[in-house]
């Protein structure tokens, strides 16, 4: 079935250094790639995106690459600040309008 | 514009009762969903609704029945409730995006339900 792998599940890095989690889908077909961050008690947000027709998208700190062939796409975040901890999720959209998360990554940043 | 607005935000079931969450959002979209969120879990998809007057199972329906009401309101039932059910439900709206199955999900606050 439609299946979203996310790793690590946990990540800790110091301030100031980059983190990545990557995601892989089981969809060849899925066309639409978001990335949501979900603070403590609070509802996700979506931080950035990218569709299939796009290699890599950047915003800021954050950039999004995605790797049709492989099936997999990756978030970057560089210089991390204390803020940027949370629990990060991936999505893919499959070819029957569904979105479907992987599991998420806790982000902890240390000062 | 509230997005989207969920009620209840908390309650507590026994084993055996039913109820229904409600959900409604004001942007106008076509597609709406609701996931449920556990531990390690990730958001997984109940039920969703491409548009108004079509309902598809997602990744967890057994258990749950929803209905779409028209264009601003999706609700999600549950009709004898469990404990495997307890967990944090979130209901989300969506526009489908050129050349893409969906877009952008704008979640609700989210419903926290323990079924004891």
């Known amino acids: 079935g439609e299946n979203v792998e996310q790793h690590p599940s946990t990540l800790s890095v110091q301030e100031g250094d980059s983190a990545v989690i990557k995601c892989t889908y089981s969809d060849s077909a899925s066309n639409y790639f978001p990335w949501y961050k979900q603070e403590l008690g609070k509802r996700p947000q979506l931080i950035i995106d990218i569709r299939s027709n796009v290699g890599e998208k950047k915003d800021q700190r954050i950039a999004v690459t995605l790797n049709k062939t492989a099936k997999h796409f990756s978030l970057h975040i560089t210089e991390t600040q204390p803020e940027d901890s949370a629990v990060y999720f991936c999505a893919a959209a499959t070819r029957t309008d569904k979105l479907i998360f992987g599991t998420g990554t806790r982000l902890q940043v240390f000062p | 514009n509230a997005g989207v607005t969920q009620t209840p935000k908390f309650q507590v079931l026994k084993t055996g009762q039913s109820m229904t969450l409600q959900c409604a959002q004001d942007?106008?979209?076509?597609?709406m969903y609701w996931y449920r969120q556990d531990p390690g879990m990730g958001l997984r998809l109940i039920y969703y609704s491409a548009s108004e007057g079509t309902t598809d199972k997602g990744e967890v329906p057994n258990g749950y029945n929803v209905s779409r009401l028209n264009k601003r309101e999706f609700s999600l039932r549950l009709e004898s409730a469990a404990p495997s059910q307890t967990s944090v439900y979130f209901c989300a709206s969506s526009e489908r995006l050129a050349g893409a199955y969906t877009g952008e999900l704008f979640f609700g606050e989210g419903s926290r339900l323990t079924v004891l």
């Open positions: 942007m106008n979209h076509n597609s």
